[in-house]
């Protein structure tokens, strides 16, 4: 019964987690302002984190996202091409982005590299330890 109660418990939790996450949604998304750049004129966009810098000019640089170049104006010292970013920032009819802030996803190569190692030691841990057993339709250790 204390299993039971743990677990709807815990989906009560996560989809308490998941409907809040969706009502505090953070703003306009750089996708929604770039279909209908007028309507989103003025706008705080969030830039997802997967964006990279494309061209770093005096000023400002270029923003990697979906296939295009978004310009971004504002801070641009200490940035290099390549790197991963999420900008926070004003959207412009114009179609570019005014920088507030930027936050520079350091070693984000790395940190995919190691969660990617992670999971393969996970995987073959549980390879040599485990086995089908189609009778009880479960794992079993070996």
Not at 32 to 42: I, S, V, W
Not at 54 to 62: D, I, K, W
Request: proline share 4%.
């Amino acid at each position: 019964m204390i299993r039971l109660s743990a677990m709807v418990l815990l989906a009560a939790l996560i989809a308490f987690f998941c409907a809040y996450g969706g009502l505090r949604e953070p703003g306009e998304t750089l996708d929604g302002c770039l279909a209908d750049p007028a309507a989103h004129d003025g706008a705080m966009v969030y830039s997802p984190h997967e964006s990279v810098i494309g061209r770093v000019m005096e000023g400002g640089f270029t923003l990697k996202w979906d296939g295009r170049e978004i310009p971004v104006r504002g801070i641009s010292r200490y940035l290099k091409s390549g790197t991963y970013v999420g900008v926070r920032g004003i959207f412009h009819r114009e179609g570019y982005i005014e920088a507030r802030a930027i936050h520079v996803g350091r070693f984000r190569r790395l940190k995919m590299l190691a969660s990617v190692a992670g999971a393969a030691v996970v995987f073959a841990l549980l390879w040599k330890g485990l086995r089908w057993d189609p009778v009880q339709r479960g794992f079993r250790e070996r």
